[in-house]
């Protein structure tokens, strides 16, 4: 942060990525160093580490019980909190789920930081011969504009791996959408909250620039 407590968007910039045990986290951390090579881009499981970070991105992949199980035992949940009302930030695919209500998968209560619930694909996918976890590229359509969209064409395709996806009660919430079979809210935006279910630091060029776009980001 600067002086005043806002976001620096310089290339000194510290950029934290949540270790809690699971996810991603190389993978993100490289791309992100790709595209903003001056930062500091950290793994930390310190909530001091995440407290200082000018910006904080939630990876994750796997089950939901085990990702907030992970988060109580390990103390970051309060600083994870925190960062999610003040910074910029970033949550991809269980780091999406987890911002809502609850989940149906292992009916696990989420931060409750946006309302909603997280629900099963089920039978409806496998009834339209659709095969469940969703695995692979598909569209995004956006539904609002945002910064973080810039230079991303409308249906541009993401990479997924996922089995659940958030169903959020407030209006306006949705960022971008996606079909399997049905849509499904594939992208949320809230004030200083971005988070997706695709997985960008899989999504060749167009994760790339949204990854890019997340480092200059200011809410």
């Excluded at 942060?1 to 699971?22: E, F, H, K, L, N």
């Amino acid at each position: 942060m600067d002086a005043r407590g806002r976001p620096r968007t310089d290339m000194s910039q510290r950029i934290a990525i949540v270790d809690y045990g699971m996810g991603n986290l190389r993978s993100v951390q490289k791309a992100l160093a790709h595209v903003v090579p001056g930062a500091s881009v950290e793994i930390t499981a310190d909530p001091a580490g995440i407290e200082r970070a000018d910006r904080v991105v939630f990876p994750g992949q796997g089950a939901m019980p085990d990702c907030m199980g992970a988060l109580r035992a390990s103390g970051l949940g309060r600083a994870v909190e925190q960062a999610a009302r003040t910074k910029p930030f970033l949550g991809l695919c269980i780091g999406l789920q987890m911002l809502f209500d609850r989940s149906d998968e292992g009916d696990t209560p989420g931060l409750g930081l946006l309302p909603g619930e997280v629900v099963g694909f089920g039978p409806t996918a496998r009834a339209a011969g659709l095969k469940v976890p969703h695995m692979g590229w598909n569209e995004v359509r956006q539904e609002a504009p945002h910064a973080l969209w810039r230079g991303i064409a409308d249906g541009t395709r993401f990479y997924f791996v996922h089995s659940y996806y958030c169903r959020p009660s407030e209006p306006g919430l949705a960022a971008g959408s996606t079909r399997y079979p049905s849509d499904f809210t594939s992208a949320i935006a809230r004030a200083n909250i971005f988070a997706t279910q695709f997985h960008p630091e899989k999504s060749s060029a167009a994760g790339l620039t949204l990854l890019s776009n997340f480092a200059s980001w200011n809410p």
